[in-house]
């Protein structure tokens, strides 16, 4: 089934380690999002690609960083994580920045401790 | 700074009947409204959209109405049926563009059989 594919689905993780979160689409979509989703604060843009070799900061770029090498993958990296990461991460995409909707992953629940 | 605002946590209403699920924006700039849907341990999924040269538009049971000068949108469904219980977020863009998107915090919506 076509989709985006997030691993690890959940993560315990201790304060000051680094973790990279995974997300793969097979959709060939050229834009890709990474979001949080914290209680009462619904969900938060960390960054964006528009297309493979470019990525951009989003609402909450604060010590996450992206990569995306190639159309298929874009990995989110916390250098060194701290306790206000803890989050619900989801992986999004879309055919372009400006289509509509975006289709999203199942998420990684990542505490830090 | 919640520019796009969901003021409701919950929601609860019997089957059949109509469910109101409310949001309120600050951004006079916003000009494209989404609603998506979220169910446990899964990603937000693409509801229903309407621009601002809309007042309403309309999807089988689910309805969203506009409102620019109060700043408001509403999503309505009816009949309202138990596998609607999921988590609704209102989301608004300024520029048809993912990456200014702004999110609610969603509102969770039950229904009772």
């Known amino acids: 089934i076509a989709g985006i594919t997030q691993a690890p689905t959940s993560q315990i993780l201790a304060a000051g380690r680094r973790m990279t979160l995974r997300c793969t689409q097979d959709?060939?979509?050229?834009?890709m999002y990474w979001y949080r989703q914290d209680l009462g604060l619904g969900l938060r843009l960390i960054h964006y690609?528009?297309?493979?070799?470019?990525?951009g900061k989003g609402e909450v770029p604060d010590g996450y960083s992206v990569s995306r090498a190639n159309t298929d993958d874009f990995p989110l990296t916390l250098a060194s994580a701290v306790p206000s990461q803890t989050s619900v991460y989801f992986c999004?995409?879309?055919?372009?920045?400006?289509?509509?909707?975006?289709?999203f992953g199942d998420g990684t629940r990542l505490s830090i401790l | 700074d919640q520019q796009v605002k969901q003021n409701s946590p919950s929601l609860s209403v019997q089957e059949g009947r109509i469910s109101i699920l409310n949001c309120d924006y600050t951004?006079?700039?916003?000009?494209?409204f989404l609603w998506y849907k979220k169910y446990p341990a899964e990603g937000p999924t693409f509801l229903i959209s309407?621009?601002?040269?809309?007042d309403k538009n309309e999807d089988g049971r689910f309805t969203v109405f506009l409102n620019k000068s109060a700043k408001h949108l509403s999503l309505h469904i009816v009949p309202s049926q138990p596998g609607d219980s999921a988590v609704y977020f209102c989301?608004?863009?300024?520029?048809?563009?993912?990456?200014?998107?702004?999110f609610g915090a969603g509102t969770r919506l039950t229904v009772k059989p």
């Open positions: 999004a995409s879309s055919e372009t920045p400006t289509v509509w909707p975006q289709h």
């Open positions: 959709m060939r979509h050229n834009a």
């Open positions: 690609s528009n297309t493979a070799g470019t990525t």
């Open positions: 951004n006079s700039m916003f000009g494209y």
């Open positions: 309407i621009s601002s040269i809309k």
């Open positions: 989301a608004a863009s300024a520029y048809r563009n993912n990456n200014d998107m702004r």
